[in-house]
């Protein structure tokens, strides 16, 4: 029933055209990962590579990130990753706040459909829209990342655990300690929550 809802979801994402990034895409990239899953991860927007495939996280930054998981033993395919947008700005720059919020509805359902545990919003702008979703008092990155916030009285399960953007480890290299020692805090909040990452292949 739910994958159903995600194919639909995808198809729907796929042919929108409810902001100006409908006209520049190549393709929309709805995002990947197995559903229901107990991690979600949000970066900002496709980059080229996205763009040209359709997938999320697969330059630079997504090889970062695939890095980074596995040395908390995880691989992609055991967690879901999107975007706030679903389609390249031009340039890779930053996303509008009228196309966040026309993309909005999208990224609310895939948190429905999915229920993740945890939510991981990466580098800035994700980070701000999930604190303002759960009417939390946006923190700057730089102090909020690598620590757990609760969503909130109405979502109890739900937390949420901000860290930098994969690419920012590309611009920035010595981000490089500070993203991996997140990662860790990551990997031992799974293992004190005992979540249980289903591999989407299986
Ligand atoms: S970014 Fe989101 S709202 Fe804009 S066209 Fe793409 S899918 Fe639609």
């Keep these: 029933?739910?994958?159903?809802?995600?194919?639909?979801?995808?198809?729907?994402?796929?042919?929108?055209?409810r902001c100006r990034l409908s006209l520049t895409r190549?393709?929309?990239?709805?995002?990947?990962g197995?559903?229901?899953?107990?991690?979600?991860?949000?970066?900002?927007?496709?980059?080229?590579?996205?763009?040209?495939?359709?997938r999320p996280f697969v330059g630079r930054a997504g090889h970062v990130l695939e890095t980074l998981l596995a040395t908390i033993g995880l691989q992609r395919s055991s967690?879901?990753?999107?975007?706030?947008?679903?389609?390249?700005?031009?340039?890779?720059?930053?996303p509008r706040k009228d196309e966040i919020a026309a993309c909005g509805g999208y990224l609310q359902t895939q948190i429905h459909l999915t229920a993740p545990t945890l939510l991981v919003p990466m580098g800035r702008l994700a980070s701000e829209l999930v604190f303002s979703h759960f009417g939390l008092?946006?923190?700057?990155?730089?102090?909020?990342?690598?620590q757990l916030v609760y969503a909130g009285k109405s979502c109890r399960d739900l937390a949420i655990f901000p860290v930098y953007h994969p690419a920012a480890v590309t611009h920035n290299p010595?981000?490089?300690g500070t993203i991996f020692e997140d990662f860790q805090a990551l990997g031992r909040l799974i293992e004190e929550k005992g979540l249980k990452l289903r591999d989407e292949q299986e």
């Design 26 to 32: 190549t393709n929309a990239v709805p995002g990947e």
């Design 137 to 146: 008092p946006n923190i700057p990155i730089g102090r909020i990342h690598g």
């Design 79 to 94: 967690v879901f990753i999107t975007s706030i947008v679903k389609c390249r700005p031009p340039e890779n720059r930053i």
């Design 34 to 54: 197995p559903v229901p899953s107990a991690l979600f991860f949000i970066g900002e927007a496709p980059g080229r590579n996205e763009d040209l495939t359709g």
């Design 1 to 17: 029933m739910k994958q159903e809802a995600v194919r639909n979801l995808n198809r729907d994402i796929a042919i929108c055209t």
């Design 174 to 176: 010595p981000l490089k």
